[in-house]
């Protein structure tokens, strides 16, 4: 299985990004797929998990309203709008794939994530 994430960067608060990833090898008929975050010092933190459970995503609470994923489960690919960014949205960003369903605080348990992806948004 590989995961593909791009985008990221630097950006003034307030400022967007756009996360993009792409998720190839997936062999089960039911997995969940989303990013997670974490930032040095911190636990991880779950942005957003949608699954091919046919609900809608899940959000963390420190995102919601401000992200949006978008993309196609079926193929697997799929983006992360990032608007009215924070200072505290910076943090590695991890594309992830998981083989159980999603939680409703925008976590899950993954079983395979990507490299990650530096966000870093300045005051």
């Known amino acids: 299985l590989q995961l593909q994430a791009s985008g990221g960067g630097l950006v003034q608060s307030g400022g967007s990004l756009k996360l993009s990833c792409a998720a190839s090898?997936?062999?089960?008929?039911?997995?969940?797929i989303g990013w997670f975050r974490q930032a040095p010092g911190k636990e991880r933190e779950g942005v957003v998990c949608?699954?091919?459970?046919?609900?809608?995503?899940y959000y963390g609470d420190s995102v919601r309203g401000r992200f949006t994923m978008s993309g196609d489960v079926a193929k697997k690919t799929v983006t992360l709008q990032m608007n009215s960014l924070k200072p505290e949205d910076t943090a590695v960003y991890y594309c992830?794939?998981?083989?159980?369903?999603?939680?409703?605080?925008?976590?899950?348990?993954?079983?395979?994530w990507g490299q990650g992806t530096q966000v870093t948004v300045s005051s």
């Open positions: 949608i699954d091919t459970s046919g609900a809608s995503a």
């Open positions: 992830a794939i998981s083989y159980k369903w999603c939680w409703a605080n925008g976590y899950t348990q993954y079983d395979h």
């Open positions: 090898g997936i062999t089960l008929n039911n997995w969940a």
